[in-house]
C-alpha cells in the first residue's frame, strides 16, 4: 500500500495558467512533509519542508500548505521553466527508514509557452 | 549546485561485476543518504549514517549492498555481483539536522 500518493501523474498547463499539485500521505506520526523539483537526469532540488496542520511556505510562484492528510503546491502563473517532476516526501516516526524520506511518484508538469 | 557530488556520473557494467560509488557531502553535514530511483518512480531510500554510524538500513539494501563512511565525511556504496534489477540512478543526499535534505545529481548505473 502505497503511504504517499500525489496527483495527478502528469499535467500540462500553459504560461500563466495557474493550478495545484496534491499530495495525500497515510502514515502517522509525520514529522515532516517535503517537496522536491527534479529536472531529467538531475538529482532532487529541495523546495520546502512542512511540520504542522494549518502551515503554508511560499517561493516565486510556488506555495505550498499542509492539511492533516494531504498537502498542495500551488503554482500561479507559471512559466515554461517551471516544467519538472514534482517530489514529494514524508518522514515518520515509525516504521523502516525512521530518518529516510517516503517519496511519492511525483507529478510530471509542463508548462507550455 | 547542491554542493553534494557525486562519481561517477554514468557507470554501465557487464551483469556479474562489481561496482563502487562515492559521495562527497556538503561539508559539516553529519548525516549522509543514499537512495534508488528507476524511471517514474520517486527515490527509494536504502541506508543512512551519522557520522561514521551506519544508523539505518532498509531492506531494499540485500546482502550484495555494502556502504561505508569511514571518517564521516564521503561514503562509498558498493554493490557486488551485479544484476540487471540494479540499473538505477543512485542518489545520496546530506542533511545538518533532523530537516531537509540536499541530494547530489546521481550516479546512473547501467547493467548489461
Redesign the interface.
Known sequence: EDQVTQSPEALRLQEGESSSLNCSYTVSGLRGLFWYRQDPGKGPEFLFTLYSAGEEKEKERLKATLTKKESFLHITAPKPEDSATYLCAVQYSTGGGADGLTFGKGTHLIIQP | D?G?SQDPRHKITKRGQNVTFRCDPISEHN?L?W?RQTL?????????FQNEAQ??K??LLSDRFSAERPKGSFSTLEIQRTEQGDSAMY?C?SSPV?????????T?LTVT
Do not use: I, M, N, W
Not at chain 2, 40 to 48: H, I, R, S
Open positions: 547542491t553534494v548525516r543518504y537512495y517514474g518512480q520517486g527515490p527509494e531510500f536504502l541506508t543512512y544508523l539505518e532498509s531492506r542518489l543526499a533532523k530537516d531537509e535534505q540536499y541530494f547530489g545529481p546521481g546512473r
